[in-house]
């Protein structure tokens, strides 16, 4: 079910989050260390610009890479065809999206 | 019973089949994760109370062995999605096996490191 | 040996538009025996009405691809000492291709879709020219020669599980060819080429699941062939500006 462009648009996603998952886990494997809580956290990332534009990338990323993902299992192990795929895609798209933002937001501008 | 019953499994019992099973189902599961991630992180916003409400529950065993899975599909997906973007950018190269082990044996030294980071 | 005279349990599909399933033959085992000895025996001894393909009985033509064990696999080279189980062995037509009767499947879109990759040669010289001259040397003739000797068996397009689950995907037999023809520095079609395997049934759906590779009986790579028509289409889309 994939076309030319998705697929470019899916592998240019992926490769742009390597650089994003690398710092991702550093982070939190010095993060977890001693345990979380949500003053330690918001201590390093609220004001931080830095931050904000970094996650904020990453979640723009992760949705259009995610939302083309679920939109190939759903037309090959669902049976979908494009129409309806589609639909799943946009709906994914938008929820990783919105919630992704809001999360960003509340640890970085909140 | 149709032709195809039973029949399905033995052609798919290689490295290339199972790292493709794998790639979709750890995208499938981060796909699932991510929104539950975000809410959490939200309630940053809305209560910060209930964000170390949570946090505090993570610190159970059970919960930093779950952890333990997530960070191992997260790291699956990540290494084999690099193994795959080799395999189609990169000129051919028989050790694809190899490249499948790699993948594999990585996510476990990140999420193992991530598990013994959790104290 | 002991095992000639021995009496297998063979089950073998059987579809006639009135009724579908599997049929139990009790085949004497043979010395040397292969998957197509025994459907030739059970069709010559037990039940003439088996209808099934072959021809050249010795591994160059591929039609004689079947399941078997639910594997795809030429049944002239499958020897049954090598998977023959608990005594007992399981024949079904290839998947992923509509049967017309018993063992026979309609080949028809296996063809069909290696058209539509465009698989077909566009020459670009008529017969009054010199030959082309083709370095076999150069890294295009390599990569085609690599890819040119499929003979169309399907067995690559009844393990492919993108094939099982997408009726539009072009299968790994025809973008191998289209690969093969990409790198045929005599053939003229490139940018049509590049553009019939970009489709929703294109090269792109295509998850390097390498069932293709694994099954094929001339050694032949799919998968190397369609990341290659990966990494032509990227190029193109790139190259003519985005």
Same mark, same amino acid.
């Given at each position: 079910m994939l076309d030319l462009k998705l697929y470019i648009l899916q592998r240019a996603t992926a490769l742009a989050m390597a650089p994003f998952m690398v710092a991702h886990l550093a982070v939190m494997i010095y993060a977890v260390q001693g345990g979380l809580s949500a003053s330690e956290i918001l201590g390093r990332t609220q004001g931080s610009v830095g931050w904000a534009l970094f996650y904020g990338l990453f979640v723009l990323a992760a949705s259009i890479h995610g939302s083309i993902g679920v939109r190939v299992i759903a037309s090959e192990w669902l049976g979908l065809k494009r129409g309806p795929a589609g639909i799943v895609m946009a709906t994914v798209f938008l929820v990783l999206l919105t919630m992704g933002a809001r999360a960003v937001w509340a640890v970085t501008m909140g | 019973m149709g032709r195809d019953d039973g029949m399905i499994?033995?052609?798919?019992?290689?490295p290339l089949w199972y790292a493709y099973i794998l790639h979709r189902v750890s995208g499938l599961g981060l796909a699932v994760f991510l929104p539950g991630h975000f809410y959490v992180l939200g309630l940053a916003l809305t209560d910060q109370a209930a964000l170390d409400g949570f946090l505090s529950w993570t610190d159970q065993t059970i919960v930093k062995v779950a952890e333990y899975g997530l960070v191992f599909l997260l790291g699956t997906h990540f290494f084999g999605g690099l193994r795959i973007l080799a395999l189609e950018f990169l000129p051919w190269s028989p050790r694809q096996k190899t490249f499948v082990a790699a993948s594999v044996v990585l996510a476990f030294c990140v999420s193992t490191t991530f598990f013994l980071s959790a104290r | 040996m002991a095992t000639a005279g021995k009496l297998m349990d063979v089950s073998v599909w059987r579809a006639d538009g009135k009724r579908e399933g599997f049929d139990a033959f009790q085949v004497p085992r043979q010395e040397s025996q292969t998957i197509l000895d025994v459907v030739t025996w059970i069709q010559q001894n037990a039940d003439p009405s088996l209808a099934y393909r072959f021809s050249c009985r010795v591994g160059m033509c591929g039609s004689c691809a079947m399941m078997v064990n639910g594997q795809p696999r030429w049944t002239c080279r499958t020897h049954v000492q090598k998977v023959l189980k608990d005594n007992q062995l399981k024949i079904a037509p290839l998947r992923n291709l509509p049967v017309i009767?018993?063992?026979?499947? %309609?080949m028809t879109e296996f063809f069909d879709k290696w058209v539509a990759a465009e698989g077909v040669f566009h020459g670009t010289k008529t017969r009054d020219e010199p030959m082309a001259p083709i370095n076999h040397e150069s890294p295009e003739r390599i990569e085609a020669s690599a890819a040119i000797e499929c003979i169309n068996c399907a067995v690559c397009y009844a393990a492919c599980d993108v094939v099982a689950n997408n009726p539009d995907y072009l299968g790994p037999a025809a973008l191998n060819r289209a690969w093969a023809l990409v790198n045929d520095?005599? %053939?003229?079609a490139d940018s049509a080429r590049l553009d019939a395997v970009s489709?929703?049934?294109?090269?792109?759906?295509?998850?390097?699941?390498g069932n293709c590779m694994q099954f094929c009986p001339n050694e032949l790579n799919p998968t190397a062939s369609i990341a290659g028509l990966k990494r032509a289409t990227v190029k193109a889309f790139f190259g003519r500006g985005g």
């Open positions: - | 499994r033995p052609h798919r019992s290689h | 009767r018993d063992l026979v499947t %309609d520095v005599r %053939d003229g489709g929703s049934g294109g090269c792109h759906n295509c998850h390097s699941m």
